[in-house]
T-cell receptor
């Protein structure tokens, strides 16, 4: 199993630009989570999907952030427009709904907004 | 008060030492307790998973949950330099998918 796949691994962009992060969950998993990790705040849940449907997006910091899951094997997290305070590592994790207490993380995307 | 409290360390021990990592929590609804290991510039990796109270052992790792004290621990026996990483505790209730993570404890095992 390839595990959770995220792309790109690193992204450097200028303030005001649109950023799109991508995630492919583990095949067969039907829950998907987006997290943000910073030194100051640790791991924060941004949004999670169950069977491609957004269940809880209360962690999305602002309207500049949006996430989609058009099918069971792909999700995107978009930031538009990006700001320097969005700089962080963004992780995607997936889980089986019936065993959803075990989340498996991807390698993360390190985002730097200058 | 945060849902989960974890001492960030850093913690530095000699190879072969027994390491004790701890988290406290405030929500009595938590039933699922996890420990994740995160190497530098990598994603968190699920290390131990426990439901409700008690102990769970896996090789050199032992996870303990004391729900009466709202306290969980991870013990690493015969620590190795390859154990050097950040360890995050995580908890969840029966309902919902929300995980509550500690901020992580940075561990260095010195050869």
């Amino acid at each position: 199993d390839a595990g959770v796949i995220q792309s790109p691994r690193h992204e450097v962009t200028e303030m005001g630009q649109e950023v799109t992060l991508r995630c492919k969950p583990i095949s067969g998993h039907n829950s998907l989570f987006w997290y943000r990790q910073t030194m100051m705040r640790g791991l924060e849940l941004l949004i999670y999907f169950n069977n491609n449907v957004p269940i809880d997006d209360s962690g999305m910091p602002e309207d500049r952030f949006s996430a989609k899951m058009p099918n069971a094997s792909f999700s995107t997290l978009k930031i538009q427009p990006s700001e320097p305070r969005d700089s962080a590592v963004y992780f995607c994790a997936s889980a089986l709904d019936r065993g959803r207490k075990k989340q498996y993380f991807g390698p993360g995307t390190r985002l730097t907004v200058t | 008060q945060k849902e989960v409290e974890q001492d960030p360390g850093p913690l530095s021990v000699p190879e072969g030492a027994i390491v004790s990592l701890n988290c406290t929590y405030s929500n009595s609804a938590f039933q699922y307790f996890m420990w994740y290991r995160q190497y530098s510039r990598k994603g968190p990796e699920l290390l131990m998973y426990t439901y409700s109270s008690g102990n769970k052992e896996d090789g050199r790792f032992t996870a303990q949950v004391d729900k009466s004290s709202k306290y969980i621990s991870l013990f690493i026996r015969d620590s190795q330099p390859s154990d050097s990483a950040t360890y995050l505790c995580a908890m969840s209730a029966n309902t919902g998918n929300q995980f509550y993570f500690g901020t992580g404890t940075s561990l260095t095992v010195i050869p």
